[in-house]
């Protein structure tokens, strides 16, 4: 009688269950996540648009690595998100977000001062191109209200604040009029200041070459500002400023007090006006006694009798 149970033989008289035991294949398991990773890479449009309303949750596939807008229909938007690590920006309506990591993180989007226009975004990262979306919130009758009370208080408050800007401009204005200076002294500082200003070389003065590091950023305002220019005579030095405005959406507005940080500066003036709208530029000019720390290291000081 023949046993079934005997292991197979091929021609040559080999056992057949090692061959037959190695070929047995593992198929993976798919978790929810592979799932929803397939759902998001078939979802996936360089351009995606969703019309939500106030309190919805969406999930949307984003690329990893590469810098993905968001553009809603807020006037100022303002975001939230579960993933410190996620490197986000915000100009008015517009979102940009970049993530390096393949876990999913959320998004809470909403207008500035307004929580309750939120929507709950979660992206899916993915190894795909940069999308942009696009989000139209559909809100109530109460959250537009106070999202165009809001727009009115914010447009109140800029209207003072240029107001403020314009007194503050005159007052800088006047007191740099050497018609308004009694000092023959400030007199004198003033016109070189103006010659400059006119893009001339005032007499006894030449420029230089290389800005000494100390002296490139002598003014604190807030706004990018360095020396670009030099000229120097026997007494004096006069570093010349190139201030930008690079906020993207306010003014600013420039005081000469705020270059006043070493000792050897002993005048500023600013070019035209104090104020700068975004992106624009002007001229500081920043005069300092040449002799200032020789004079200083030279200094025969008195013994003090109370020590």
């Given at each position: 009688?023949s046993?079934?149970?005997?292991p197979?033989?091929?021609?040559?008289g080999?056992s057949?269950?090692?061959?037959?035991q190695?070929s047995?294949?593992?198929?993976p398991?798919?978790?929810p996540?592979?799932?929803?990773t397939?759902?998001?890479k078939?979802k996936?449009?360089p351009v995606?648009?969703?019309?939500?309303?106030?309190?919805?949750?969406?999930?949307?596939?984003?690329?990893?690595?590469?810098?993905?807008s968001?553009?809603?229909?807020?006037?100022?938007?303002?975001?939230?998100?579960?993933?410190p690590n996620v490197?986000?920006?915000?100009?008015g309506?517009?979102?940009?977000?970049?993530?390096?990591?393949?876990?999913p993180?959320g998004?809470r989007?909403?207008?500035?001062?307004v929580p309750?226009?939120?929507?709950n975004?979660t992206?899916?990262?993915?190894?795909?191109l940069?999308t942009?979306v696009?989000?139209d919130?559909?809100?109530d009758k109460?959250?537009k209200s106070?999202?165009?009370k809001?727009k009115?208080?914010?447009k109140?408050?800029?209207?003072?604040?240029?107001?403020?800007?314009r007194?503050?401009e005159s007052e800088l204005i006047?007191?740099s009029?050497p018609k308004?200076?009694?000092?023959p002294?400030?007199?004198?500082?003033?016109n070189?200041?103006?010659?400059i200003?006119g893009?001339e070389?005032?007499?006894g003065?030449n420029?230089?070459?290389?800005?000494?590091p100390?002296?490139?950023?002598?003014?604190?305002f807030d706004a990018k500002?360095?020396?670009k220019?030099?000229?120097?005579?026997s007494?004096r030095?006069?570093d010349?400023?190139?201030?930008?405005?690079t906020?993207?959406?306010r003014?600013i507005v420039l005081r000469?007090?705020?270059?006043?940080?070493?000792g050897d500066i002993i005048?500023?003036?600013?070019l035209?006006k104090?104020?700068?709208k975004?992106?624009?530029m002007t001229?500081?000019?920043v005069?300092?006694d040449?002799?200032?720390?020789?004079?200083?290291?030279?200094?025969?000081?008195?013994p003090?009798?109370?020590n």
């Amino acid at each position: 009688m023949s046993n079934s149970f005997a292991p197979q033989k091929d021609s040559f008289g080999r056992s057949t269950l090692l061959y037959e035991q190695t070929s047995t294949e593992v198929i993976p398991k798919t978790t929810p996540a592979d799932i929803i990773t397939e759902q998001m890479k078939k979802k996936f449009k360089p351009v995606q648009r969703y019309k939500l309303t106030a309190g919805d949750n969406i999930t949307l596939p984003a690329a990893k690595f590469i810098m993905n807008s968001i553009r809603t229909n807020f006037g100022q938007v303002e975001v939230k998100t579960t993933d410190p690590n996620v490197v986000l920006e915000m100009d008015g309506s517009f979102v940009y977000f970049t993530t390096e990591k393949d876990a999913p993180f959320g998004l809470r989007i909403y207008e500035k001062g307004v929580p309750e226009s939120q929507v709950n975004i979660t992206v899916w990262p993915l190894n795909v191109l940069a999308t942009m979306v696009e989000v139209d919130v559909s809100l109530d009758k109460a959250t537009k209200s106070k999202i165009a009370k809001i727009k009115r208080d914010i447009k109140i408050e800029q209207q003072h604040t240029e107001i403020r800007i314009r007194d503050k401009e005159s007052e800088l204005i006047l007191a740099s009029d050497p018609k308004f200076q009694s000092s023959p002294y400030e007199y004198r500082i003033n016109n070189i200041f103006s010659q400059i200003a006119g893009n001339e070389t005032p007499k006894g003065y030449n420029f230089i070459e290389g800005i000494p590091p100390k002296a490139k950023y002598p003014c604190r305002f807030d706004a990018k500002s360095e020396t670009k220019q030099r000229l120097i005579s026997s007494r004096r030095i006069v570093d010349v400023v190139l201030v930008q405005n690079t906020h993207p959406s306010r003014s600013i507005v420039l005081r000469e007090e705020q270059c006043w940080t070493s000792g050897d500066i002993i005048s500023t003036a600013i070019l035209n006006k104090a104020t700068l709208k975004p992106n624009e530029m002007t001229e500081v000019y920043v005069m300092r006694d040449r002799l200032y720390y020789e004079r200083i290291k030279n200094r025969n000081n008195r013994p003090s009798l109370l020590n």
